[in-house]
């Protein structure tokens, strides 16, 4: 009777079994992840598509046929019947959605291009805003920026928009400057600069300094940059520079990717002061001169200030020397009253810079504009 050979395993084939078990798994389900982001994204572009399809559908036939006096009955009664064949994905209320959708984005091709990168919520909650400049706004920032809709939504509901330069441009400007943002794929000042900004997280007491407002700044870094935007990056805090031998410090130093620029912060307790505008441009000319690296654009300088004046910020012409002026709030006031603040904000700038064009146009011997007129 012939003997079995009896094989002896080294405990090193069964380590290497494991470890190409790991490796393998480790693979595989990178691809099947990958595969179902793929799946999710190409389920979500053909919703998109055929949700758009439908909205625009609704319309044509409720607009175009002149059916509005009792357009509300047909999409009431249409939903109650797509909803008991095909779900509660067609019901009357997403059917609203879908309209809604169609009527802010009509162009097809737009809607194809964005969805690929946005999906049907993006567009949707984008589709309720009625300010076609702020839409824009936000689908720009979300297309870039990547964000969820939860983050949009935090975003709408802090105000972004009203608190940036951008929003106290004449219509036509601001959307020549979003054009140019998206076609160049650069934000510019007026879009990342926000004013005031909400700082209200830090959770400072009723009296308190300049080092201990930076002291919280950098506690709550990661919830700053939030507030400041993505593509802000922390470089340095109190960072010395030496000028015929005597010592400077900027209190921040930040860098922002998209814009290619450094970004120097200064904090400031009181009110602003024309002073502070001279100190700032003595930093930027000095980061200009030993920080700036190729390829880089000239640094900008922003000036968080307890209180400002209008009129001060626009004496001094500070933008002409990269410098952006804002006011930080350490406790939220009521936002009705914050959003009352804003568009009076808004419609003010707007109204001096009709003014300023007028004043141009007087001194250039160039005809009148209707904003004159109306303003007459």
């Not at 000028?243 to 921040?252: A, N, S, V």
């Amino acid at each position: 009777m012939k003997q079995r050979a009896i094989v002896k395993r080294n405990p090193t084939d069964l380590l290497s079994v494991k470890e190409i078990v790991h490796h393998l798994f480790a693979d595989v389900a990178a691809m099947i992840e990958q595969a179902k982001e793929r799946v999710a994204m190409a389920v979500n572009a053909e919703l998109t598509d055929l949700y758009w399809k439908i909205g625009t559908r609704i319309r044509h036939d409720i607009l175009n046929k002149q059916r509005a006096p009792y357009g509300k009955r047909i999409v009431s009664s249409l939903g109650r019947q797509l909803k008991e064949t095909y779900g509660s994905g067609y019901s009357e209320k997403n059917l609203r959605h879908m309209i809604s959708v169609a009527a802010a984005f009509p162009d097809v091709q737009i809607v194809s291009a964005l969805r690929r990168e946005l999906d049907w919520t993006h567009l949707k909650t984008l589709s309720y805003i009625k300010d076609p400049v702020r839409r824009e706004f936000y689908l720009e920032l979300c297309r870039r920026e990547r964000w969820s809709t939860r983050t949009l939504q935090e975003r709408m509901q802090a105000m972004f928009y009203e608190r940036t330069a951008l929003s106290r441009k004449p219509e036509v400007l601001a959307r020549k400057e979003l054009e140019e943002v998206r076609s160049e794929g650069k934000l510019t000042p007026d879009v990342v600069f926000r004013d005031p900004y909400f700082l209200d997280f830090l959770g400072l007491k009723d009296t308190y300094s300049e080092k201990d407002l930076e002291t919280a700044i950098l506690r709550e870094l990661e919830r700053v940059l939030q507030e400041l935007g993505s593509d802000f990056a922390f470089l340095d805090r109190q960072k010395r520079i030496t000028i015929d031998g005597e010592d400077y410090y900027i209190d921040l130093l930040f860098y922002h990717r998209s814009m290619k620029r450094l970004v120097a912060i200064e904090l400031k307790l009181g009110k602003f002061q024309a002073a502070d505008k001279g100190q700032m441009e003595l930093y930027l000319r000095w980061l200009d001169r030993y920080e700036r690296r190729e390829g880089e654009e000239s640094p900008l300088g922003l000036i968080l200030c307890a209180e400002k004046t209008a009129e001060h910020v626009e004496l001094l012409q500070l933008e002409k020397s990269g410098i952006r002026v804002a006011q930080y709030l350490t406790q939220l006031p009521p936002k009705k009253l914050l959003l009352q603040r804003l568009r009076t904000a808004i419609q003010v700038a707007r109204e001096q810079y009709a003014q300023r064009q007028i004043e141009g146009a007087d001194g250039l011997d160039i005809p009148r504009t209707k904003v004159e007129s109306k303003n007459k």
